[in-house]
């Protein structure tokens, strides 16, 4: 695990130092440093192969990184984390995975934990239904679901919303607020501007494997030029000034 | 780990299909191979000439009679035999494929074999032409055929010890004897002995007779004696020769048995190769396993469930194969618990061989299908008969069965089976160092491809 706790005071949820990741010879990340407040909502924003994944899953502890480091505060629990492929077990139930996943975390209540996740992601009625045969909005719900057994104070979520409807998105959303409003920090990554700029507290820039911006989206949008334009065609024209 | 396996052993209840084909797959191709191996091929085809006149095929020697049709007829059970009117065509039936020998017999056979018996001179001899262009069939023939004639010379050699061992009883006792149809009375040794002494004790003791009988009676008590000694020692000769075939370099398990044992660990080797790299690449192909390796599990831990799951379920299978083949073939039932053994140590090597094939790939089909390209040229080369093949091939053949844990497992099988030797500890011990070697490469596999 890539995950290590810094010495000292730390109020940020997640700090990272200069991460880098190396795919052979192509360069995923490049010395890439951030922090995350407790209780923020950050989306790291990028298009496709910009090195969002990468980012997220050395966070998460998935993958290691070459150089550089994670921290968070002492004492606090593991990130809970959302890959951007569903991670679940077709042929056992929506109630079987999360109890696995509750037993494998070393959950102290796991049957207490899968009532809790069946009921916040409003599958109490598919919970003995194969994995394989749930709608990509539901099976995406189980997703979440395990990310969030362990009650850990920041989540991690890969591209949540690529694979859903835009209904099955907005209820998306709706559950994610809810987490953030209760104080949970979450970071999020997507290639849709429109959505970092309308859950995003904070984005981050990714492209190329380098971050080239970190803010709000306001400030993003002012520094693209001028208030005239909107978020989407100033994120376009940010790119390519910076000739992406 | 536990809840790894509850899980795996889960997902697996509710696959059945995939299931059935672990189970039935290994099993049918075991079944076959069984069935191949214990079924003896045809007789082989030999185009049979005899030049010897119909009805003089008697060879008589004493009281005794052999009679060379009936010798041909029990050469006829080993070969399935094609009659032919001539030496060439005998050859010809050779050279074009028709038969893959010719056994031609001289007309002057009888007279050859009345010559050795009577005479002690002359080899009686048989012509075998061989086709040399499948040397197969060729060794398959010539031992079916030299089989018999062994068979022959052994029944002609006991005959005639026979003969000669009642004609000294007859010298030495006394009997009767055939001679141009007349039976003639044969006094023999110890009464010719009985009759001189009687005659010296009648004669007056100063004839000078007596001395000169005296010398006949030792003469008679050295060869009494003598022979008296000769007879026992001629008929333990006679006795049949029991013909011990040991083959050098080979095992000694029954053939069924061990026919048997290897249908077992083809099965115990597929179902255990398929179930750990399928059931490995499942977690990867399912994406579980970037949950899994955030610290919920070790590589290692993984590993393990996978060898424990794999072989706990091959081993099962087999075992009650093995059980349900004992109702046709002897297996030793007194040594169960080295069944449980052989087959436990053999799942164990082939699952550590499967995660490490596991390993590798990224999805369920691509492990199944290396996991299958790798196991049918392991049988294969592990199967094939060491003095069948060039020295350099055999070096490399043994190498493959001393890396691989096929002939290990197929050693510990047979010995548990039929509990001859060689032991079964060196093979299990073979195969835990086995199971140890690939579960580190496995290791490294995953290290290597988990991340690409
Ligand atoms: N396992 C891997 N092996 C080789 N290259 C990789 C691997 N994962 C990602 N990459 C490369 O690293 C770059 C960043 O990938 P990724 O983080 O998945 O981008 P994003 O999530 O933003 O689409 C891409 O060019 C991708 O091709
Ligand atoms: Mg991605």
């Known amino acids: ?140 719900r189980v997703n979440i679901g395990i990310g969030l057994l362990a009650e850990p104070s920041v989540l991690l979520l890969d591209e949540p919303s690529a ?27 997507t290639h849709d501007v429109a959505e970092a700029e309308r859950y995003g507290e904070r984005v981050l820039v990714l492209a190329d494997a380098e971050l080239l911006f970190d803010g709000t989206p306001v400030e993003l949008e002012r520094t693209a030029g001028g208030g005239t334009r909107d978020f989407e065609s100033a994120f376009v024209s940010f790119l390519r000034e910076r000739g992406h | ?32 191979i069984g069935f191949a191996l214990s079924s003896p091929p045809g007789k082989p085809k030999v185009a049979f000439y005899s030049q010897v006149a119909p009805g003089k095929g008697r060879v008589s020697f004493g009281s005794q009679q052999i009679n060379i049709s009936k010798v041909a ?39 050859q074999i009345q010559s050795l018996i009577t005479q002690g001179v002359g080899s009686p001899t048989v012509e ?12 398959f023939a010539q031992q079916a055929i030299s089989l018999r004639l062994n068979q022959v010379e052994q029944a002609v050699s006991k005959q005639v010890l026979r003969v000669a061992v009642s004609d000294l009883h007859q010298v030495l006792n006394g009997g009767s004897v055939q001679l141009l149809g007349q039976t003639v009375p044969l006094l023999g040794l110890r009464n010719s002995r009985t009759i001189i002494e009687g005659t010296i004790s009648s004669l007056p003791p100063s004839s000078s007779l007596r001395v000169a009988l005296r010398q006949v009676v030792a003469f008679a008590d050295l060869a009494i004696e003598g022979l008296g000694f000769a007879s026992p020692v001629l008929s333990s000769i006679g006795t049949p020769l029991t013909v011990q075939q040991t083959q050098l370099a080979g095992q000694t398990t029954p053939t069924a048995t061990y026919a048997v044992a290897i249908a077992v660990i083809v099965s115990l080797m597929f179902v255990t190769l398929l179930l750990a790299a399928g059931m490995l690449a499942l977690e990867r192909s399912e994406n579980a396993y970037s949950r899994l390796v955030r610290g919920l599990v070790s590589a290692e831990g993984l590993l393990s469930e996978k060898i424990v799951l794999a072989a706990g379920c091959a081993a099962a299978v087999t075992l009650v194969m093995a059980a349900a083949v004992s109702a046709f073939v002897h297996l030793d039932w007194g040594r169960f618990e080295l069944w449980v053994l052989a087959l436990a140590f053999g799942g164990l090597a082939f699952g550590a061989l499967g995660v490490a094939i596991g390993g590798v790939a990224r999805e369920v089909s691509a492990a199944s299908l290396m996991a299958f390209l ?68 496995a290791r490294l596999a995953l290290r290597r491809f988990a991340s690409a």
Do not use: C
Not at chain 1, 170 to 189: H, K, N
């Open chain 1, 1 to 140: 695990m890539s995950t290590t706790t810094a010495p000292g005071e730390q109020t940020a949820a997640v700090v990272a130092r200069s991460l880098t990741k190396r795919f052979g010879r192509r360069v995923a990340l490049a010395g890439t440093s951030f922090e995350v407040r407790p209780g923020e909502l950050v989306a790291v924003i990028g298009p496709n192969g910009a090195g969002k994944t990468t980012l997220l899953s050395i966070v998460a502890g998935v993958l290691a990184p070459d150089e550089g480091e994670v921290s968070q505060p002492p004492g606090s629990r593991p990130f809970g984390w959302v890959p951007q492929q569903v991670a679940l077990y077709s042929k056992l139930s929506v109630a079987e995975n999360l109890r696995l996943f509750a037993r494998l975390e070393r959950v102290a209540d796991p049957e207490a934990a899968v009532k809790r996740m069946l009921a916040e992601t409003g599958l109490e009625d598919r919970s003995d239904e194969e994995v394989g045969h749930l709608s990509g909005g539901n099976r995406q």
């Open chain 1, 163 to 189: 694979a859903l409807d835009p209904r099955q998105r907005e209820r998306l959303w709706e559950f994610i607020s809810r987490l953030a409003a209760r104080g949970t920090t979450v970071m999020f990554s």
């Open chain 2, 1 to 32: 780990m536990r809840w790894l396996l509850v899980k795996d052993l889960q997902i697996l209840r509710r696959s059945p299909l995939l299931v059935g084909l672990l189970v039935v797959y290994p099993v049918a191709i075991a079944l076959m």
């Open chain 2, 73 to 111: 007829n029990e050469l006829f059970q080993s070969i399935q035999p094609v009659r032919v009117r001539s030496r060439a065509e005998a050859i010809a039936k050779v050279r074009d494929g028709q038969a893959s020998a010719a056994l031609i017999v001289p007309g002057d056979i009888v007279n």
């Open chain 2, 128 to 139: 075998l032409i061989l086709n040399s262009r499948n040397p197969l069939e060729r060794q």
């Open chain 2, 374 to 441: 790798v196991s049918l040229p392991i049988a294969f080369v592990a199967l094939i008969p060491a003095d069948a093949v060039s020295s350099g091939l055999k070096t490399f053949l043994d190498v493959v069965a001393f890396v691989f844990p096929f002939k290990a497992a197929l050693e510990a099988a047979s010995n548990a089976f039929s509990g001859t030797s060689p032991g079964i500890g060196l093979p299990l011990l073979h195969l835990a160092v086995l199971a140890v070697v690939f579960g580190l490469l």
